[in-house]
């Protein structure tokens, strides 16, 4: 008899011999604090995973999270070169190495005799992962920089894709995608619990319920629904600390954010009949606010708490390297990806970055706005 999926979920997780997983470009802090918590889940499976992120190291607002620090930028290591030399009849004395003109030259030395071409074989291992958890993925293009420098390892090892979005391609070998979900933290709520509901400790349901937490917007967002607010319930009986999660994602805001929230709100623009709210911030206020890049997650989070009748909200700022980069998030059913289709912005339906090279801040703004 087939097995069911959650049972293939948990079969496959049991054949692997150390899984990675994925955050894709754009997950948000529902992405990473998912990741953190199937991380410790997979650990009590006695599986070792480890973690990496398309945007880079933990957003500093999830620093509360145990396990926040093993998030890694970029895949490093995957796969190892192996030079074998054949010493049954001719052992060696002593190896060495060193650089030349960028070129790594190895050093053999024989106790006697000597070797030729044929004692030795040159290969390399199979990949350090045998297994990916995509955590909010709609295809394999998000992964960003993690898939487009490493095609091969993605085409040649098991998927499971877990997400909650409608535009989801179920690339994976196993697709946990749940419409009915808001968030990837309930999607894996939903997913463990049917597996083994004790697998969730405190800290997992944390994890999860920051997801959860992060994604609706302390459950303010109109996508909320009573399915997700008894999984929530369920999650705070499981330990979940509601009052950490909510102090660092919405009242530990740092003098510099609010001085850069300020100078964001005295530039607030408004297009009523596109429903479209955006402002401004050149390095100059950045400079004179005392914050830097990753405190926008935050402005733009207080600019859409600022405008509850906005369906789009954006945030255009001038980047340290010189660059016009806008921010974007979108009220469904509208879809960032779509409506700015024509700007080539990256992340997904909901929340995208777009960058415009060479133009001025004010003319991002009219290509933004005139869309």
Known sequence: MALGQTQQVLETIKRANRPLICVPRGAGSDGYATAIGLQKVLLKLEKKADIVA???????????????EGVKPTLENLRRFVIEMDASKTKVDELTYEMKDDKLVIHLSPKKGFWDAKDMNVSSTGYRYDLILCIGSPDLERCAQLYTDHPDFFYRTPIINIDHATENEHYGQLNVVDLTAVSCGE????????IEPGLMDEDVATAFLTGMIAKTKSFKSKNVTPKTLQTASKLLSRGAKRDLIVHNLYRTRSVPTLRLWGRALARLKVDSAKQMVWTLLSQQDFLHAGAEEHDLPDVIDELIASSPEAKIVALIYESPNKEVVALVRAERPLD???????????????SAKITFTGKTIVQAEKEMTGI
């Open 336 to 350: 960032v990806l779509q409506h700015f289709a024509s700007l080539k912005p990256v992340g997904n339906s909901e």
């Open 54 to 68: 398309a945007d880079g190291t933990t957003p500093k607002n999830l620093h509360f999270l145990p396990g926040h």
């Open 187 to 194: 999607v894996c709520h939903d997913l463990i619990e049917a």
